[in-house]
């Protein structure tokens, strides 16, 4: 089992940067894929990006590409979402979650943080 605990997220203007941790309990984070997943007012929550165990794969949803990083340090038991050029779409509550695999699909992963918002202002 693995306890997630996100922060870094607050107000941005648009075209600004945000990083996002998550920070994992336990002794098995390498263990586990890490996925970012995001909902804004009056949707679903949807999916971001993921990154695998070891950190050498990484997949992006359409939307994020290019704009997104994830990366990982298992050592610090730490995921990160570097956010760069945030535009106010953006603005949603993040969470990160942990999976076996890199799914996209939220019914996939069996644990989540608690969500940090990240409002992104015009």
């Known amino acids: 089992q693995v306890q997630l605990v996100e922060s870094g997220g607050g107000l941005v203007q648009a075209g600004g940067s945000l990083r996002l941790s998550c920070a994992a309990s336990?002794?098995?984070?390498?263990?586990?894929?890490m996925g970012w997943f995001r909902q804004a007012p009056g949707k679903e929550r949807e999916f971001v990006g993921a990154?695998?165990?070891?950190?050498?794969?990484?997949l992006y949803a359409d939307s994020v590409k290019g704009q997104f990083t994830i990366s990982r340090l298992n050592v610090n038991n730490t995921v990160y979402l570097q956010m760069n050029s945030l535009k106010p779409e953006d603005t949603a509550v993040y969470y990160c979650?942990?999976?076996?695999?890199?799914?996209?699909?939220?019914?996939?992963?069996?644990?989540w943080g608690q969500g940090t918002q990240v409002t992104v202002s015009s």
């Open positions: 990154i695998s165990m070891s950190g050498g794969n990484t």
């Open positions: 336990g002794r098995t984070f390498s263990s586990y894929t």
């Open positions: 979650a942990a999976s076996t695999f890199l799914y996209t699909v939220i019914s996939r992963y069996n644990y």
